[in-house]
């Protein structure tokens, strides 16, 4: 490595990576968000067979897994314009995002959801508890401990996933490192200093991962 | 008579498992459901507690009578404020402690506070003999010690009436003696429990009245003695005999 690139990548890791926790992390996390509070209404709806509704959930996952992420995104951000809807490039990816995530995390929760028995309801509702109160305190959290290892994986993939928002424009880090090599042309350093720091926000993630779900662990399966 | 009820009819996609049954249950009774498997004991049980939506039929409890078939949510909840239900398969909630299990029909549904709630949960465990095991998930207990406090969790809300439906039938032989004993405990403090059981001399011992069901109806019902010494009806004679001796 020649001493010019070597100081081109010097420079440029530190602007990548601020724009990874500046940009990448908050389109993430926002995204995850929406997409958490989407899958878990798509799911209750379809677990509690809220008539009507359900169907539209089951065409909202269907159309979604059944599309490229990629075209979402240009059919919100390039397409929807020509009929009056015209979204800054960010929001647009969030919302993409949220709803693209949320019809797999949807299928994730309404898989953990049905796998609580039904004798757990039966308890509550035996005890005096409400349709409700039972979801809340005994079938939501176990359905949530089942499905906090996919629903991570779901966060993970996603923080990838945002880097196809430098197709629409919107300046996160590895856009950002398309436009210093436009400048200076050495795809192979910058493109590897993005790839690097993707690993490093995925390895933290799943290191989160593993915690969380020995914490949660707590009343898993493991006899005394 | 604090419980009675009359002309209870349920069927499952067309076929009619509970065909008309009648039942009276005073304060402090006993009752054991006795019959072979498929009777309709299970559902009949699960119709007195709304677990399943009778056809027909009417419960009268305290002088209130009810509509099994089209009880109001309301109806429904003010009922199932005064029964409890022991499972056979415990049902424990698996996310909570034995100690939460006990608590949370006090603090979520009666909306007791936390102290007094867990004064009285720790009480019912000692009762069952769970008091060592407070805090330990259902996963971390034996099949014996979940039923036990499964019964706690049923005592905590003070019920007028128990419904036990086989709770000793999906444990180890062994394991069945501490929780029949915690239930004879029960039919000596004067809790008025409905049973559903296998357990022949537990039933005999500890009933004092008996429901004999099979295919939906009840075949015969009378006092626990007169049952088990002179069965009337020579399916019940059968039956207990069948029990018995299983090997003849
Ligand atoms: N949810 C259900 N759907 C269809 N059939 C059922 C259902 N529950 C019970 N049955 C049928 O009703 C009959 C009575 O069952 P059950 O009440 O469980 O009897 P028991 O408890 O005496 O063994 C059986 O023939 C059983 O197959
Ligand atoms: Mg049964």
Redesign the interface.
């Known amino acids: 490595m020649n001493e010019r690139t070597w100081n081109i990548l010097v420079e440029s890791f530190p602007r990548l990576l601020g724009y990874g926790i500046r940009v990448t992390v908050p389109l993430t996390l926002i995204s995850y968000a929406l997409a958490m509070v989407i899958a878990v209404i798509v799911a209750l709806i379809q677990y509690a067979d809220v008539k009507g509704l359900r169907k539209l959930c089951r065409f909202y996952v269907w159309v979604i897994r059944g599309t490229p992420l990629l075209v979402q995104l240009y059919l919100v951000f390039f397409g929807l314009p020509s009929v009056g809807i015209t979204l800054k490039a960010f929001p647009a990816a969030v919302l993409v995002f949220g709803f693209n995530e949320g019809a797999y995390m949807a299928e994730t929760m309404r898989g953990s959801l049905e796998s609580v028995?039904h004798?757990?309801m039966?308890?509550?509702?035996?005890?005096?508890?409400?349709y409700l109160?039972t979801m809340w305190?005994?079938v939501l959290?176990?359905a949530f401990?089942t499905a906090f290892p996919a629903l991570g994986n779901s966060l993970i993939s996603m923080v990838k996933g945002t880097s196809l928002a430098a197709t629409i424009t919107v300046m996160e880090m590895f856009r950002q490192a398309q436009v210093i090599n436009g400048r200076v042309s050495e795809s192979l350093g910058l493109y590897t200093e993005v790839a690097i720091i993707y690993l490093l926000f995925c390895t933290v993630l799943t290191w989160l991962q593993r915690w969380g779900e020995k914490k949660l662990n707590?009343?898993?399966?493991?006899?005394? | 008579m604090m419980l009675e009820i009359c002309g209870l009819r349920k069927s499952f996609a067309g076929m009619e498992v509970i065909r008309g049954i009648d039942l009276s249950v005073n304060k402090g009774d006993v009752v054991a459901v006795l019959g072979p498997s498929g009777s309709g004991k299970t559902t009949m049980l699960r119709c007195l507690?709304?677990?399943e939506r009778a056809d027909g039929g009417t419960m009268t409890f305290d002088g209130e009578t009810f509509d099994l078939h089209a009880a109001t949510r309301h109806e429904v909840?003010r009922l199932?404020?005064k029964?409890?239900?022991v499972?056979q398969?415990y049902?424990?909630?698996?996310?909570?402690?034995a100690l939460q299990n006990v608590t949370?029909?006090l603090t979520?549904?009666?909306r007791m506070d936390r102290e007094r709630a867990r004064e009285i949960a720790v009480r019912c465990l000692e009762h069952v003999g769970m008091a060592d095991r407070l805090h330990?998930?259902?996963?971390?207990l034996s099949g014996g010690q979940q039923q036990r406090v499964a019964i706690a969790?049923?005592l905590?809300?003070e019920p007028e009436i128990i419904f036990f439906d086989e709770p000793t039938s999906a444990l180890d032989p062994e394991l069945i003696g501490e929780v029949l004993s915690v239930m004879r405990d029960l039919a000596e403090e004067g809790m008025t429990m409905l049973i559903v059981t296998h357990e022949m001399e537990f039933a005999r011992s500890v009933s004092n009245k008996v429901m004999f069901m099979e295919g939906g109806l009840v075949v015969e019902s009378g006092p626990s003695r007169e049952f088990f010494s002179a069965p009337k009806e020579p399916r019940s004679r059968e039956f207990i005999r069948s029990v018995l001796n299983p090997k003849q």
Not at chain 1, 218 to 224: A, D, F, P, R, T
Not at chain 2, 91 to 97: A, M, S, W
Request: proline share 4%; net charge positive; aromatic share 12%.
């Open positions: 028995h004798g757990q039966e308890a509550g509702y035996c005890v005096g508890m409400n109160q305190h005994i959290p176990q401990r707590s009343y898993g399966g493991q006899k005394k | 507690n709304f677990l909840a199932r404020r029964t409890a239900f499972f398969s049902n424990l909630f698996l996310n909570k402690t949370l029909g979520v549904s009666r330990s998930y259902p996963s971390q969790r049923a905590a809300t």
